[in-house]
């Protein structure tokens, strides 16, 4: 079985450009998480869907960040404009969405952005 | 919120069992413990979780104390694939589905 899909795997793009990612979860699984892992840091959650619907978004940036989830399946991460400071990986991970308190989150590998 | 502390690096033989120990003197009486780990270029992956049990799965070993306070991942046989970093995270309530990374340990594996 195919785990999470998330492209690209890497991004350089110049400050005040836009930049989007990609995820592809699992199949099946109904809650997609979206993190940003600076380096040396554990992620960070951005922001959390079950379904089509953002159930987390307090940690996400809402000046600059912007995500959708269309169909409740695969999963959008914009920035616009993009600062230097958002240099990191970002991660994409999904998990069934039954289990509160023991559920298991499945990584994809991550988008490593870099930003000059 | 429940926090964890972990050490920051750690070493250990090729082929030797690892303990890598977890300290979360705060925890509630509904929160899981979950074990995650890192590879170099990889998102983290899960490798066991559990709430008052000792817990035993084909990658590792769970131990967690009899008053919760702290728990122990065992990796039986280290290789040097184990090297990675590895996260001691407390789910917030049965409720919750929030894993908050902390740092983790670092694992360095000696051929």
């Known amino acids: 079985e195919a785990g999470v899909v998330q492209s690209p795997r890497y991004k350089i793009i110049e400050k005040k450009q836009p930049v989007a990612f990609w995820c592809n979860p699992i199949s099946g699984h109904n809650t997609l998480y979206w993190y940003l892992q600076n380096l040396g840091q554990g992620p960070e959650l951005l922001i959390r869907?079950?379904?089509?619907?953002?159930?987390?978004d307090s940690q996400l940036p809402k000046d600059r960040f912007s995500a959708e989830r269309l169909k409740g399946v695969d999963s959008t991460l914009k920035i616009q404009p993009a600062e230097l400071g958002d240099s990191a990986v970002y991660l994409c991970?999904?998990?069934?969405?039954?289990?509160?308190?023991?559920?298991?989150?499945?990584f994809g590998p991550g988008t490593r952005l870099l930003v000059l | 919120d429940a926090k964890t502390t972990q050490p920051n690096s750690m070493e250990s033989n090729e082929e030797e069992p690892v303990h890598l120990p977890c300290n979360h003197s705060t925890i509630s009486g509904t929160d899981y413990i979950h074990w995650y780990r890192q590879l170099p270029s990889q998102g983290p992956e899960y490798v066991i979780h559990g709430l008052t049990s000792n817990v035993n799965n084909r990658m590792a070993s769970l131990a967690i104390a009899e008053d919760r306070k702290s728990s122990t991942l065992i990796l039986h046989r280290a290789t040097l694939r184990d090297a990675a970093v590895y996260y001691c995270i407390l789910s917030y309530g049965a409720g919750s589905y929030q894993l908050t990374f902390g740092k983790g340990t670092k694992l360095s594996v000696i051929p």
């Open positions: 991970a999904s998990s069934l969405g039954a289990g509160k308190g023991q559920e298991t989150q499945y």
């Open positions: 869907y079950e379904n089509e619907e953002a159930v987390d």
